[in-house]
């Protein structure tokens, strides 16, 4: 297997959603294969590093501010009639 | 760290309890929708728009539609999935008026390939969560996530952020499976590429910048 093979391979590879012998082939790419297992590591460390960062977290005050205003809109929404267009 | 958990492990009959209730008229049931899924719609909505008053006005506006619009609702996906895809066009209609200069569409930067090709292979040691304080490491996350084409952006968000499946992201975005799968290897590799500049091992010093 050619790195840009194992390459194309890389997010069915991560997500878990390669049948056995194809997986198989990728491991044993990656046993022998330095750079695509560096790439392949570093790869998973990104996808955990922002699944776990919680960036743009929904503050408290916001949230409830939101909430209200959605739900104040959404009654109106009722008394008055889905608008036209 | 705690992880970032998307409130869409629920079972589905149990939230289209809630639908059908809502559907009835029972205001409620749509508020606990929007409990549910409001943290989830702010981060999509922000990491799209890249703007906080746009992600504030983007969760109100989707919200919204979904209330006007839940006769609608065919029950064929979830709920969640389809919440996405009125507040994903929502947010891209926002990131166009702002940036009317650049096109801005899911299919658009298909043909940068070369960007996706790792240039730098260097483990990343010690952990970056140990290199970095928190706030230092938001702020590399954000501008390294906000270089990314919004086409790209937008589906690593949903499959990896937010933890949608392909087909649910594929559903939520109208693109194919394969587009899906080809945009979010790409927007994958070329995250590790940007991030690798300030991950990378430093004690080679080996064409370091």
């Known amino acids: ?85 | 760290m705690s992880a970032i958990q998307p409130n869409i492990e629920q079972p589905v009959s149990e939230e289209m309890e809630l639908v059908r209730r809502a559907k009835r008229g029972d205001d409620q049931a749509f508020e606990e929708l929007v409990r549910r899924y409001d943290r989830n719609v702010f981060r999509i909505a922000q990491h799209i728009t890249q703007n906080r008053e746009d992600a504030e006005d983007v969760v109100q506006e989707a919200f919204l539609k979904a209330y006007s619009n839940l006769e609608k609702f065919q029950e064929q996906s979830k709920f969640y999935t389809w919440l996405v895809r009125i507040a994903v066009n929502e947010a891209l209609m926002k990131l166009r008026r702002r940036k009317p200069e650049r096109t801005v569409s899911l299919d658009e930067d298909v043909r940068t390939e070369d960007d996706s090709l790792p240039r730098e292979v260097a483990d990343w040691s010690p952990n970056p969560e140990q290199m970095f304080n928190q706030a230092e490491l938001r702020d590399i996350l954000t501008r390294t996530i906000q270089g990314l084409p919004a086409g790209f952006r937008t589906v690593f968000v949903l499959r990896d952020v937010e933890g949608l499946s392909t087909e649910e992201t594929a559903q939520a975005l109208e693109l194919s499976v394969p587009a899906v799968k080809s945009r979010l290897l790409r927007a994958r590799l070329q995250l590790r590429e940007r991030l690798n500049r300030f991950f990378q091992k430093r004690a080679s010093g080996d064409g370091e910048q």
């Not at chain 1, 560096?38 to 790869?43: E, K, L, N």
């Not at chain 1, 949230?63 to 959605?70: D, E, N």
């Open chain 1, 1 to 85: 297997m050619k790195c840009s093979e194992f390459l194309n391979e890389l997010t069915n590879y991560l997500d878990g959603a390669l049948d056995a012998r194809t997986k198989s082939e990728l491991d044993d790419h990656l046993a022998w294969c330095h750079n695509c297992y560096v790439v392949c590591d570093t790869t998973r460390k990104t996808i955990e590093i922002y699944r776990n960062s919680e960036l743009y977290e929904l503050p408290d005050d916001l949230r409830v501010r939101l909430r209200s205003a959605i739900m104040s809109k959404c009654s109106g929404h009722k008394k008055s009639g889905p608008p036209s267009g």
